[in-house]
């Protein structure tokens, strides 16, 4: 698409990747997609290395593939973690403005896989004269076809009777469909992802709090056996992090990116800075993997098989993650720009989180989780080193 080939008419693009470095890195962090701890960009290479699946191909062509493995190794550069050509020359972003076709995104705000930054990037890096639309749901990295609360299959139909049928129709889709997050089965059109001119600001406290690095063996080798121990815990307070809960006062209809404002000193020349910004309380919200609401019920046409009826169950539970963000703190200022880090010096930032639309009430409550390593997305490091954050000049600023 962004080569601006003639003849293509529409693009549906579910979870697509927009930069194969927000894959596989994070703001100068070597991180993993969500459910790959370790996997990185060469592992992809070697799974979708599909002549190796003959033995002839594999007999003339595996040596070959395997030296150019080793290149790849060498130049996707997962020791420092920076942005350089390897990662450049794989960012559609910099030819999407040659795009012509009419864009349908599918992506979902708790997708940590294919995280929402792709979307969000795309979606605003596409030229203004084309069409676009996203439809945003609150599930993790999935298909929507086949949802009770909204007939994607059927719009994407009526789009492609449209445009490549020549029919003529009024049918026109919003810009962003998104996905209500207070109650079920709810859509809402919207005009705009992100770009919004409210800002919500909270300071996140008054004092210096501290967050160890280090585990002992025992819960480092726990937590790295089953990451889903490590999320869990975190979620619970129970690992290395600095808790901060905010109480809203206000309706706040998020929309963009969160950025945290941050003050914060290492004791040794480096550091690594995991965050997650959470809804606290128990009550329904809506989880991230659907649900069968009934077996083989959908009639997808004589030649194919029935399909289950699916729905992202609203069920109750004591916290929902809304958005999360990691950062290498020599890159603090810019990926591009690799600073030092001064031992026990107060270093001045801010840290965006990855873009998402989520609303809150007034009443709720915000629970901001800051730690190092997260044991199912960075580089899992156990040195001795602690971070100290002076929340009295820190805070967190919400756009809607």
Not at 111 to 126: E, R
Not at 201 to 216: A, P, R
Not at 226 to 246: P, V
Request: net charge negative; aromatic share 10%.
């Amino acid at each position: 698409a962004t080569t601006g080939v003639d003849g293509l008419e529409v693009i549906i693009a579910e979870a697509g990747i927009s930069s194969w470095c927000n894959y596989y890195r994070e703001n100068g962090l070597v991180t993993s997609p969500s459910g790959y701890p370790g996997e990185d960009f060469d592992s992809l290479a070697e799974l979708t290395y599909s002549r190796n699946l003959l033995a002839g191909d594999y007999i003339r062509c595996n040596e070959a593939h395997q030296a150019d493995l080793e290149k790849v190794k060498e130049k996707l550069d997962r020791k420092t973690g920076d942005y350089n050509q390897f990662w450049h020359d794989r960012n559609y972003l910099l030819n999407a403005h040659k795009v012509q076709a009419e864009v349908v995104f599918t992506h979902g705000s708790q997708d940590w896989n294919v995280k929402p930054l792709h979307v969000y990037q795309m979606f605003h890096a596409l030229p203004s004269h084309i069409n676009k639309h996203l439809f945003f749901h609150h599930g993790a990295h999935v298909y929507m076809n086949n949802w009770q609360s909204i007939d994607f299959r059927e719009s994407m139909n009526a789009l492609l009777s449209k445009k490549l049928l020549g029919l003529d129709s009024s049918y026109q889709l919003p810009t962003v469909i998104w996905q209500d997050n207070t109650v079920p089965q709810s859509w809402q059109g919207l005009d705009d992802f992100g770009k919004q001119d409210e800002l919500h600001t909270f300071s996140l406290g008054n004092e210096e709090k501290v967050i160890q690095n280090q585990y002992d063996q025992k819960d480092f080798d726990r937590y790295g056996k089953t990451y889903q121990t490590f999320n869990t815990e975190l979620y619970q307070g129970k690992a290395n992090q600095i808790t901060i809960d905010l109480p809203v006062t206000n309706d706040i209809h998020l929309n963009g990116r969160v950025e945290l404002k941050l003050r914060v000193k290492s004791s040794t020349n480096k550091g690594l800075l995991s965050a997650q910004l959470l809804e606290l309380g128990q009550k329904k919200y809506l989880q991230p993997y659907p649900a069968v609401q009934s077996v083989r019920t959908i009639d997808n046409g004589r030649y194919h098989m029935l399909e289950n009826l699916c729905e992202l169950p609203f069920t109750p539970s004591v916290q929902r993650v809304i958005s999360k963000g990691y950062l290498n703190l020599q890159n603090r200022n810019d990926l591009l720009r690799i600073e030092n880090i001064q031992p026990n010096e107060w270093m001045d930032f801010k840290l965006e989180l990855q873009p998402t639309i989520y609303k809150l009430k007034k009443g709720d409550t915000l629970r901001l989780v800051l730690y190092t390593t997260d044991f199912e997305i960075t580089i899992r490091d156990n040195t001795d080193y602690h971070l100290t954050i002076d929340l009295a000049q820190s805070s967190i600023t919400i756009p809607s």
